[in-house]
């Protein structure tokens, strides 16, 4: 059964850091381009960063400069290291999964999709 699964999130002062972690189970990631999206109260979710099998990687202007998305295919994990976390930085994180090397920001071209971990960010 093809799966992805977060971990990493909790809560943290503004200016903080946090380190999601995104792993798959049943399938290989390295063959599949990566992504990690949020959702906040009231909101759309949204494109966060995204990286490829060849290490093509985007990230939103929002977070640019303060997150970073990487991959370990040896232990078929992505990561999103997030530093100096703002406030509006608050929601619900998604790591989703697309076959090719395309990393598009829109939720409908993600086939697979984790359930979600909480990052809350207090003033």
């Known amino acids: 059964q093809v799966q992805l699964v977060e971990s990493g999130g909790g809560l943290v002062q503004a200016g903080g850091s946090l380190r999601l972690s995104c792993a798959a189970s049943?399938?290989?990631?390295?063959?599949?381009?990566v992504a990690w999206f949020r959702q906040a109260p009231g909101k759309e979710r949204e494109f966060v960063s995204g990286?490829?099998?060849?290490?093509?990687?985007y990230v939103a202007d929002s977070v640019k400069g303060r997150f970073a998305i990487s991959s370990d295919n040896a232990k078929n994990t992505a990561h999103l290291q997030m530093n100096t976390l703002k406030t509006e930085d608050t929601a619900v994180y998604y790591c989703?999964?697309?076959?090719?090397?395309?990393?598009?920001?829109?939720?409908?071209?993600?086939?697979?999709w984790g359930q979600g971990t909480q990052v809350t960010v207090s003033s």
């Open positions: 049943g399938w290989s990631l390295s063959n599949y381009a």
């Open positions: 989703a999964a697309r076959r090719g090397l395309g990393i598009p920001a829109q939720v409908s071209s993600y086939a697979y």
């Open positions: 990286i490829n099998r060849v290490g093509g990687s």
